[in-house]
């Protein structure tokens, strides 16, 4: 077609004629290749039969800009940007698949100290370590699964605990009570029930907690910042609020497990 003109009003119509919108390219599942999630996610389930839902985990890191504020809001005028915090905490969590157990969530800083936590007992609320750039590291999840496993030991339980196959994730850890599967390269997207929404959840409560503080700072004329101490505290009570059977669902899409 050589003598075809349009306007913007044309081009318009043709995009909401066929539900056309701008959206954003996001994720990494469009560069999997599905036969290599299938045969993972069969390998899995294969495992995944020999035990109790119960004694089936999964573990993963998320980083977490914990004091930076919502990018979008409500306004009948420009909206005008502040300053965009950029400190990051690295949160690990760890569930089963019927969500009756969501392990205390680990929070890996860069301070092994920080000032905010004088007088506050952190571990209360989260367990708290430190590296040096903030991220997990081989040795930290050595740490992790070594304790994982001694409380497994002591509840006289033997469990599977499903992860990917990251850098910081050494595959020849020995443990008594817990076995690693670890899943196959670049199938996170689809294989794994903590990115599949579970972690979606989490910060969706934790943004809300992080708004409602804002609010009650500027109703009391105070600056509506956040430190690493209010942010613990956020942590753990928006890890809370993540229901069973949110984490339920989120194991049946990726289909390891049947839907209830």
């Known amino acids: 077609v050589t003598d075809f003109t349009y306007s913007s009003g044309w081009l318009s119509r043709f995009k909401a004629r066929y539900s056309i919108s701008m959206k954003a390219v996001c994720g990494e599942s469009e560069g999997v290749d599905p036969v290599t999630v299938a045969v993972g996610r069969y ?3 294969q495992q ?3 035990y109790s839902l119960n004694d089936v985990y999964n573990c993963d890191e998320s980083a977490l800009f914990f004091r930076t504020p919502p990018g979008k809001t409500l306004s009948a005028e420009p909206a005008h940007g502040t300053k965009r915090y950029k400190d990051r905490v690295t949160v690990m969590f760890c569930c089963n698949a019927t969500g009756t157990d969501k392990r205390k969530v680990l929070v ?3 301070a092994k100290q920080p000032r905010c936590f004088k007088n506050f007992n952190v571990q209360l609320y ?3 370590v430190n ?12 740490d992790f699964v070594s304790k994982l496993n001694a ?9 599977l605990l499903l992860l990917d196959n990251a850098s910081s994730h050494p595959p020849d850890v020995e443990l008594s009570n817990v076995t690693l599967r670890f ?6 997207s689809h294989l794994q029930p903590l990115d599949s929404g579970i972690i979606k959840c989490f910060k969706s409560h934790y943004r809300k907690l992080q708004l409602q503080h804002i609010v009650q700072m500027l109703d009391a004329d105070s600056e509506p910042d956040l430190n690493l101490k209010q942010a613990v505290s956020f942590i753990r009570t928006a890890w809370r609020n993540v229901s069973p059977v949110a984490i339920q669902n989120c194991w049946a899409h990726t289909g390891l497990i049947d839907k209830g």
């Open 48 to 50: 995944i039969s020999q």
């Open 131 to 142: 590296s040096r750039k903030g991220w997990m590291n081989s040795s930290l999840f050595i």
């Open 183 to 188: 899943l196959p390269p670049n199938t996170t």
């Open 108 to 110: 890996i800083g860069k």
């Open 151 to 159: 409380d497994m030991r002591r509840q006289d339980r033997k469990i």
């Open 126 to 128: 989260v367990d708290y």
């Open 43 to 45: 390998e899995a389930c």
